[in-house]
C-alpha cells in the first residue's frame, strides 16, 4: 500500500502554483508587504519561485528548494527583514485569499492553513 503525499493530494505543481503566483500578486500590490521583497522583477520573480518550491517539498513533493536552496532555516533566512504584526497580518490575508481561491476541500483548506497561520506566527522577528 502506497502512501499518497499531501502534495498529490491537492493536486501536486500545479496547485502549488497558482498559490503561490496569486500570493505574490497581492505582494506586489501590498504597500506594507511590498518594500521587503525584491525591488529588481527578475529577482521578484525568483522569490515566487523560491517560496513555492519550499512549500512542494514542505508537503511531500519534490526536493527541488533543498537541493537549491540547502536547509530551509527559516528564522535565519527572515532575519534580515522587519516582520512584526502587521506584516505577518499582512501576510497571512494575502496567503489566504490565494488558499480559498483554490477551492480545496474543507479539511485540506484546514490542514494547509493551520500550518501557514502556525509558521507565520513563528516567523515574527519584531
Ligand atoms: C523569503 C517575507 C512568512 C517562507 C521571504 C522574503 C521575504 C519574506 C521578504 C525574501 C524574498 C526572497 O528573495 O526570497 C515574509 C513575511 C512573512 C513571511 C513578511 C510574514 C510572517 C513566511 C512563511 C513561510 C515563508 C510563513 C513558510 C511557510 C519563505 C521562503 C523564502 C522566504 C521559503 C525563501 C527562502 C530562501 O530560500 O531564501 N519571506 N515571509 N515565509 N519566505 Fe517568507
Redesign the pocket.
Known amino acids: 500500500e502506497q502512501t499518497v503525499s499531501f502534495y498529490e493530494q491537492i493536486g501536486g505543481e500545479e496547485t502549488f502554483r497558482r498559490l503561490v503566483r496569486r500570493f505574490y500578486e497581492g505582494v506586489a500590490g501590498d504597500p506594507v508587504?511590498r518594500p521587503?521583497?525584491?525591488q529588481d522583477e527578475e529577482?521578484f520573480a525568483?522569490?515566487e519561485e523560491?517560496?513555492r518550491l519550499?512549500?512542494m517539498q514542505?508537503w511531500g513533493g519534490p526536493r527541488t528548494?533543498s537541493e537549491q536552496?540547502g536547509h530551509?532555516r527559516?528564522r535565519m533566512?527572515?532575519a534580515p527583514?522587519v516582520?512584526g504584526e502587521r506584516?505577518?497580518d499582512a501576510?497571512l490575508k494575502h496567503m489566504g485569499d490565494a488558499l480559498r481561491e483554490l477551492n480545496l476541500p474543507p479539511e485540506q483548506e484546514k490542514t494547509f492553513w493551520d500550518?501557514?497561520v502556525y509558521?507565520?506566527h513563528s516567523?515574527?522577528n519584531a
Open positions: 508587504l521587503l521583497y525584491p529577482e525568483r522569490a523560491r517560496l519550499f512549500l514542505y528548494y536552496r530551509p527559516l533566512r527572515h527583514f516582520i506584516e505577518r501576510w500550518y501557514l509558521a507565520a516567523l515574527v
